[in-house]
């Protein structure tokens, strides 16, 4: 093994979505922005597509044409970002749902694509994408006279469950929209687990289908195989990698593996980080190089040809509290560079 390689459990994966879609009595969409967190919309969507998503979200119209073109003519393809300038021929093509997030761009799409459907997003709170409540009423009955495909808005604080944004956020929609024949949707993956009050018509889980927190009963979606190219010994007072910032204070064995940050892989996480050798965790040894980590072999048998970064045993969120981020930043960060490889579906 030459290249380090990325498994994908789609089978994992789909039964994230299933268990997300049985916390709620509504539609369960699925989130694949961003290639689907980076572990591949082309493989990811069709396997949520054949597990019963039939609504997805993308952030850009362009990762929507693209969606569409992975996921042909029956699922409906979302996008977030809404109707931006110059999206009118991707839009109409690819059959997509603009989130409509402003005056302005429902001028745009009504200009643009008469009769399109369209969806309208809110701002609950946030202050991040979505039409003010001001907004809102001065085009409100206009815009519920086409038939909104969904009225939609989005948590901050959803991962904290005790957060009293949660409610204010909750009560601003239901003032914003209580009443309105339209579809609504306010819960991403940490809105599912606020519970009913929060689930409307649909959710739109993306992180606890690729198994992050907060769902914490997610499956294990993502392994990271990382190959070991040398071995080698390092003598009391030695330091490894740059900068000296690692001395050893005895004979220590020390492996390098082949990859580093130009994989996705945090160097802010080096001194607190582990990769594990079978069942046994071993420390990295001073900076994360660009395509290069050293390991620390003491206490492991024979030398390794391989060692997993991403597992069963440390997964997204482990690496993410070690570079001090969040899982969805190790999903989205993971390079270019790896063999994937996908397994069930
Ligand atoms: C990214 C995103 C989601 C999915 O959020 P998760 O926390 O990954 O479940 C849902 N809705 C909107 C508007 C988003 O931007």
Redo the contacts with the bound molecule.
């Keep these: 093994m030459a290249q380090a390689k990325l498994t994908i459990d789609l089978d994992a994966l789909c039964a994230n979505w299933r268990s997300l879609d049985a916390l709620s009595q509504t539609e369960t969409a699925a989130?694949v922005?961003a290639d689907a967190?980076g572990l591949g919309a082309d493989r990811v969507a069709p396997a949520l597509a054949g597990a019963g998503a039939r609504t997805f979200?993308v952030?850009l119209a362009e990762e929507g044409a693209k969606l569409r073109r992975i996921l042909g003519p029956g699922p409906e393809i979302c996008v977030?970002g809404g109707h931006m300038r110059g999206d009118i021929a991707a839009i109409r093509e690819a059959r997509l749902i603009p989130m409509i997030n402003s005056i302005d761009q429902m001028l745009c799409h009504v200009e643009g694509l008469p009769g399109h459907p369209f969806g309208i997003?809110l701002d609950s709170g946030m202050n991040r994408?979505g039409m003010e409540p001001a907004e809102w009423s001065a085009l409100r009955d206009i815009a519920l006279a086409q038939k909104p495909f969904l009225v939609?808005s989005?948590l901050a604080c959803?991962d904290e469950p005790d957060h009293a944004m949660n409610r204010r956020q909750l009560d601003a929609f239901r003032a914003m929209t209580d009443g309105i024949d339209a579809p609504r949707s306010l819960s991403?993956?940490?809105g599912i687990l606020l519970g009913d009050h929060y689930h409307f018509d649909m959710t739109?889980?993306?992180?606890?289908l690729y198994g992050?927190r907060p769902f914490a009963e997610a499956r294990h979606v993502v392994t990271l195989r990382i190959p070991v190219i040398q071995t080698r010994e390092v003598q009391t007072g030695e330091t490894v990698g740059y900068g000296n910032t690692w001395t050893a204070e005895r004979p220590t064995r020390v492996a390098t593996i082949a990859a580093g940050y130009a994989d996705g892989i945090h160097r802010a996480m080096g001194p607190q980080a582990y990769v594990g050798i079978g069942d046994a965790p071993a420390k990295i040894l001073g900076r994360i190089s660009m395509d290069l980590i050293a390991v620390d072999l003491t206490g492991i048998e024979g030398t390794p040809d391989s060692v997993e970064l991403l597992g069963p045993h440390q997964g997204v969120d482990t690496l993410a509290d070690w570079a001090g981020t969040i899982g969805?930043e190790v999903l989205t960060n993971l390079g270019p560079r790896y063999a994937r490889h996908y397994i069930g579906g």
């Excluded at 739109?204 to 606890?208: D, L, M, T, V």
């Design positions: 989130v922005k967190y979200f952030a977030l997003q994408l939609m989005h959803a991403a993956t940490g739109r889980p993306g992180i606890g992050g969805y």
